[in-house]
């Protein structure tokens, strides 16, 4: 079965620009949430979705940033306008309620660079 | 506040040596999960082992072990045997579940150096 996809892999935006990241959970989890990784702050939440609604968004920066899960099977990651500070690696995890381990299975990332 | 600690940035270790990387947590929830991850310079995030809080015994999951030591909130991940391929960052997370809330919570990292 394939994991989770996410993509692009690598993206170099420039300061102002419109940037979208896009994620496929793994078939059948319900959930899928959205993590930011930079070296400052280190790995943290952004934002959750359960049944393709959002269940906690506390994590969002500021209001240039926007998630939506419109079905079971996508969801994309918005910035606009992006900033420099917002160069990270931006990761999408899924996973299903009643897995016995309650792992979270994550997607290769996508590095942001804003220019 | 900071909910997960991992006091070590760096470690080395031997290869076919054993190494403990240290988690401690700090949570009010009666129920909760513990979990290690691994970070290879590639950088993807690969599941390690799970600890659940009513778990009477430690994981285990090959060469990964947790010793989880409720009562001092001390979740540490040994890996025995220690290959090259173990060089990369772990981290340890969290979630809690009496609040309901699905979100991992995780530490700083430890990267791990793995010496022939």
């Known amino acids: 079965d394939a994991g989770v996809i996410q993509s692009p892999r690598h993206e170099v935006t420039e300061m102002g620009q419109e940037v979208t990241l896009r994620c496929k959970p793994i078939?059948?989890?319900?959930?899928l949430f959205w993590y930011r990784q930079t070296m400052m702050r280190g790995l943290e939440l952004l934002i959750y979705?359960?049944?393709?609604?959002?269940?906690?968004d506390s994590g969002m920066p500021e209001d240039r940033f926007s998630a939506k899960m419109p079905n079971a099977s996508f969801s994309t990651l918005k910035i606009q306008p992006s900033e420099p500070r917002d160069s990270a690696v931006y990761f999408c995890?899924?996973?299903?309620?009643?897995?016995?381990?309650?792992?979270?299975?994550f997607g290769p990332g996508t590095r942001l660079t804003v220019l | 506040a900071q909910k997960i600690t991992q006091t070590q940035p760096g470690m080395f270790v031997q290869e076919k040596e054993a190494v403990t990387l240290d988690c401690t947590y700090d949570?009010?929830?009666?129920?909760?999960?513990l979990f290690w991850y691994k970070q290879p310079s590639s950088g993807e995030m690969i599941f390690l082992i799970y600890?659940?809080?009513?778990?009477?015994q430690n994981a285990t999951e090959g060469r990964y072990s947790l010793n989880f030591q409720k009562a001092r909130k001390s979740a540490n991940l040994v890996i025995s045997a220690s290959q090259l391929g173990d060089s990369a960052m772990y981290f340890c997370?969290?979630?809690?579940?009496?609040?309901?809330?699905?979100?991992?919570?995780f530490g700083s990292g430890t990267r791990l150096q793995v010496q022939p």
């Open positions: 600890q659940g809080s009513y778990d009477e």
């Open positions: 997370a969290m979630r809690e579940v009496d609040t309901g809330r699905r979100a991992l919570t």
């Open positions: 078939s059948g989890h319900d959930y």
């Open positions: 949570t009010s929830d009666q129920s909760y999960g």
């Open positions: 995890a899924s996973t299903l309620r009643g897995l016995q381990r309650d792992e979270q299975f």
């Open positions: 979705f359960n049944n393709n609604v959002p269940i906690d």
